[in-house]
């Protein structure tokens, strides 16, 4: 099992890759790798959940502060399989 550290920088390796990571219904996701975004230059990292009791989405400049987020609502969220 990964350490809160660890799982950061394996999640901040997966952006860099133009990986998105989701958790039933929670992802993380750089939108400049999506082929037909606006965003070209500047990143910007998006954490969405369509879970009801945990309805959230939201913009990110930085992905530390994203990835923090999806860890916090990573606990919150149930899996769906």
């Known amino acids: 099992m990964l350490n809160h550290k660890q799982q950061k920088e394996v999640y901040k390796w997966c952006l860099e890759e133009g990986l998105s990571i989701e958790y039933g219904k929670l992802s993380l996701c750089d939108l400049a ?11 910007r990292y998006q954490v969405h959940c369509d879970d009801s009791k945990n309805e959230f989405s939201m913009l990110y400049g930085e992905c530390g502060p994203a990835i923090e987020k999806f860890l916090e609502l990573k606990k919150k969220v149930k899996r769906i399989k």
């Open 33 to 43: 790798n999506f082929r037909h975004s606006s965003i070209y230059h500047n990143r």
